[in-house]
């Protein structure tokens, strides 16, 4: 079984300032991450996603993760957020023969002026 | 189409009917999920469908859910004798195979008075 962490449920910071949403995971196989992003009122829209390779993944908006598999962790980052940035954003997990994706509770990034 | 159409947007219905959920995935996408997101709940794994084979039913919460998949296109998640717990917001997502990660639709409102 599959599961996701993530440690904050609100993350509130100001405009141009860095932000890291955190995320921990367990599985028994070899994962498949992900961090999708919701906007109010919209469906979850895929940010990013770490397969395999490279453990620095970047997406789209300025947003990067990093696998770390000793950590069992694939925090998101962007060095400096913007107002449209505001949305709640949730990691994801699937794995081996699960199809499945695994979400986290998410966390709500408020971004102030 | 260009993304995942879900049908309707929102729906209000009263505590004891049945309700019809419409979900038309991208084309050429063979996997097809179904996804509830409710207060509280997080994301909750319904059911899945991979192209002609058997779907994986193991999410849905009671047999008063069911869904079908018509010709491996278009999909309908049917609740009959609607609660009031199953008021939620009904998330369709597709991928043109597992473990790539899905586009979603904006999903359907259910409220159930």
């Known amino acids: 079984a599959q599961s996701v962490t993530q440690l904050d449920s609100q993350v509130p910071v100001f405009e141009e300032a860095p932000v890291e949403l955190r995320c921990n995971y367990s599985s028994s196989v070899s994962v498949y991450l992900f961090w999708y992003v919701q906007y109010p009122n919209q469906g979850l829209q895929l940010l990013l996603k770490?397969?395999?390779?490279?453990?620095l993944v970047k997406g789209i908006n300025g947003f990067e993760a990093e696998f770390n598999k000793s950590q069992t962790s694939f925090h998101l980052r962007k060095p400096s957020v913007h107002i449209s940035d505001t949305a709640e954003y949730f990691c994801a997990v699937s794995g081996g023969s699960n199809y499945k994706l695994t979400f986290g509770k998410g966390t709500l990034l408020t971004v102030n002026p | 189409g260009a993304g995942v159409s879900q049908s309707p947007s929102n729906k209000v219905t009263e505590k004891g009917k049945d309700v019809e959920l419409r979900c038309d995935p991208i084309?050429?996408?063979?996997?097809l999920y179904w996804y509830r997101q409710s207060l509280g709940q997080g994301l909750e794994f319904l059911i899945y469908f991979q192209g002609n084979s058997a779907p994986d039913k193991s999410g849905l919460p009671s047999d008063r859910f069911s869904a079908e998949r018509t010709g491996g296109s278009v999909s309908t998640l049917t609740i009959q004798r609607t609660q009031q717990e199953d008021s939620a917001v009904y998330l369709c997502a597709s991928s043109r195979d597992s473990n790539y990660g899905y586009t979603f639709g904006s999903g359907t409102r259910l409220t159930v008075v």
């Open positions: 770490y397969l395999s390779g490279s453990t």
């Open positions: 084309s050429g996408h063979t996997a």
